[in-house]
């Protein structure tokens, strides 16, 4: 999930060895550094506090000398290291000083380490602090890192920050190393620091990522230009592109996941007819399942059950991905991978996307805090993708290999370059949307949509120049809105994830991925879910005479979509985000229409579709539609909206979202208004 929820991939992140475990590197053997750190080991006598080369940071009120101390008493070598005390509900730290920063350069990796212990178990940080300037302070992205766990003994710590990979030296000029006691501000702790070394080592040339600051491409198309009204122009004649009929897919969790369906753990098929006739006419032109291999029953009878369902369900198997990797962060063999392809192949059975591991960025940091095996590194992960990509196309020269990736640089860009020519399409996992109880729905359902769209149009950009020559793509292979809850409830139970706020965030972000043609295909987050769990639920076996608010959402969009995406022209109102609604927006970004607006012509020719979705909380917005090249004779329409913006996605009468909606037809001339926090659905003939 897995993309910041700026929707922005940020130079932010780095490789982190919590205990130096070697491994590969681009990098030539560290010298030392003039500018590495000063009184690093604290052996120079000073009697003030803290001694020299450190300085307190943070908040005035919080920089109290007697907290940061050169102490004698039991330091790792030599005769003193540094005490750092944090007083409960404080939120001091410490930095090293401005004075002697680490001056960056380009083509240099940097190898950090430092000796810590504590007065009690627990998590301190160590951080990287960047700045464009340091006179006057100008902050830049830098590197940042998981917290560490620091025991009662002493215990190295090890990092190492890549320049053109971690961070950029014409950016982050300055860096500054940053130790917190606690990550708790509420905990009394005590930290030890001791024998801070800084070194600096070549590049080999060539290795460092693209500067995404030096992307260009072109911006998302909204069509429609400010207007007082929905005002446009549509010539069936001026088609757009083919639709890529296959983003109106919903994913499912498990074979045999937290719900208990579609089977259990006995490996007994467990969805009543009712749900079954459900999913069925939700007419799904894709899915995806993970976790194959980690089911309690062997991966060949997870691949039979997973086509089962696809036939059950009319799903088509060529358009399911599979993924097989343990869920909380193991791996498996690369001869497993294949033995389950092979199966798939001798069984014939038309699966052909294989997405290898689900979220390795977030499984990895579970690794190395649990200890679990799994992913301990992206370097690690990528050698695992290069293995098990290999044996796949042996067996299956024609298979479409997905590379997950997210926002840390490590994560994103590095695996983008290191594995390029092995994989076929690109799983970004775009969710969106943070503390949406506090925001409003042109946020929700506009602003975070234009931003996550950006997104993916820069990692459309990195694909292309990472793989010339050759057609790669992207799935969406989990998406939605995705926010916690006021009282830090997890998404899943969180209303507006899936009540009317979430099908608008949804609604939008369909009709440019169907009109726009962003990427290949996705599959939406989740189709089954507790009835007590509504933040993504489609269908519930809880209630299974019910339907939440999202289904009836995919319902219409998937009978709403023709085979042409046709251009479009006019006006509609514009939403222009400020700080005072996201901090993070830059005046004058990220605005776009109102209500952004979908047509397409069904294989026939005979029918033209409309979907129009109303991010306005309070706007109604008047529409007026010419049609040329094709003769309206009548119309038909569907109303979906719901007017709590707290109310429970599961809804008890399809009736309390769902209404008939007209318009007027004169002459080519098409006239209705489109109710605030909603999305229209029509059909002319």
């Known amino acids: 999930m897995k993309f910041n929820k700026q929707g922005v991939l940020v130079f932010l992140s780095c490789v982190l060895f919590s205990v130096w475990l070697g491994g590969a590197s681009c990098a030539k053997p560290a010298k030392p550094i003039f500018n590495g750190v000063f009184n690093g080991d604290f052996e120079l006598f000073s009697d003030q506090n803290p001694p020299s080369g450190w300085e307190m940071w943070g908040a005035q009120k919080y920089k109290e000398p007697d907290n940061y101390v050169r102490d004698t008493t039991n330091p790792h070598s030599g005769k003193a290291c540094l005490r750092i005390y944090h007083p409960a509900g404080t939120d001091g730290y410490i930095v090293s000083s401005p004075k002697y920063p680490i001056r960056t350069k380009k083509g240099k990796s940097y190898s950090i380490s430092f000796w810590a212990r504590a007065d009690k178990p627990g998590r301190s940080l160590f951080e990287l602090t960047g700045y464009e300037s340091i006179n006057p302070f100008v902050d830049a992205p830098a590197p940042t890192f998981s917290p560490i766990e620091v025991g009662q003994e002493w215990k190295r710590f090890a990092f190492e920050i890549k320049e053109g990979f971690d961070f950029f030296a014409d950016q982050a000029r300055y860096l500054l190393l940053t130790f917190k006691t606690t990550t708790v501000a509420q905990e009394e702790r005590t930290l030890w620091i001791d024998d801070v070394i800084v070194t600096e080592g070549e590049l080999i040339p060539g290795q460092s990522l693209i500067d995404e600051r030096t992307l260009s491409y072109a911006p998302l198309q909204h069509r429609l230009k400010p207007g007082p009204e929905l005002a446009f122009t549509v010539d069936v004649q001026n088609r757009l592109r083919r639709v890529p009929q296959t983003v109106g897919g919903v994913a499912f969790h498990r074979l045999a996941g937290y719900t208990g369906q579609p089977f259990n753990q006995q490996g007994q098929y467990t969805l009543s007819p009712v749900l079954e006739k459900a999913i069925h006419d939700l007419q799904l032109p894709m899915t995806r399942f993970f976790g194959l291999g980690d089911e309690h029953f062997s991966l060949e009878e997870a691949i039979d059950k997973t086509a089962e369902v696809c036939k ?104 983008l370059n290191r594995a390029a020519g092995h994989y076929d399409f690109v799983v970004g996992h775009y969710y969106a949307v943070s503390k949406a109880h506090l925001r409003k729905l042109e946020e929700v359902a506009l602003t975070e949509n234009y931003k996550t769209l950006d997104t993916i149009l820069r990692i459309n950009e990195l694909i292309r120049l990472y793989n010339p020559g050759r057609e790669v793509y992207q799935l969406d292979t989990e998406w939605g809105m995705h926010s916690g809850g006021p009282n830090n409830e997890p998404p899943d139970e969180v209303k507006r994830n899936g009540n009317i706020f979430g099908i608008l965030h949804r609604a939008v972000r369909l009709i440019y991925y169907a009109r726009e043609g962003l990427l290949r295909g996705a599959t939406s987050w989740n189709l089954l879910s507790h009835a007590y769990e509504p933040g993504f639920g489609f269908v519930s076996q809880e209630a299974p005479d019910q339907r939440f608010m999202m289904y009836w959402l995919y319902y219409y969009f998937n009978r709403h979509l023709g085979e042409w995406a046709l251009d479009l022209s006019g006006t509609a109102p514009y939403f222009y985000p400020t700080p005072e609604d996201d901090l993070k927006i830059k005046p004058g970004t990220f605005s776009g229409p109102v209500t952004p607006t979908l047509v397409t012509q069904s294989r026939d020719g005979k029918k033209l579709y409309i979907i129009i979705a109303n991010g306005s909380w309070n706007q109604a917005v008047p529409c007026r539609a010419r049609i040329i090249n094709f003769k309206v004779i009548k119309a038909e329409g569907i109303l979906l909206s719901h007017p709590d913006p707290d109310g429970n996605p599961l809804l008890k009468r399809k009736e309390e979202a769902i209404s008939p909606y007209s318009v007027s037809i004169q002459d080519q001339n098409v006239a209705c208004i489109i109710p605030p926090h909603s999305v229209v659905f029509l059909t002319l003939f």
Do not use: C
């Not at 088509?316 to 497993?336: D, I, M, R, S, Y």
């Not at 098990?388 to 994560?411: C, F, H, N, T, Y």
């Open 312 to 415: 059950r369900l009319g799903i088509p198997q060529n358009q399911t991905v599979l993924e097989f990797e343990p869920q909380n962060g193991g791996k498996l063999a690369p001869e497993v991978w294949a033995r389950g392809v092979s199966h798939s192949l001798k069984k014939g059975y038309r699966f052909r996307y294989w997405e290898i591991a689900n979220e390795p960025e977030r499984t990895s940091r579970q690794t190395v805090r649990l200890k679990r095996e799994g992913f301990r590194s992206a370097e690690d992960y990528l050698n695992h993708f290069l293995r098990v990509s290999k044996e796949i196309r042996k067996l299956q020269p024609q298979a479409q290999i997905g590379l997950p990736i997210s926002d840390p640089p490590m994560w994103g860009s590095y695996l």
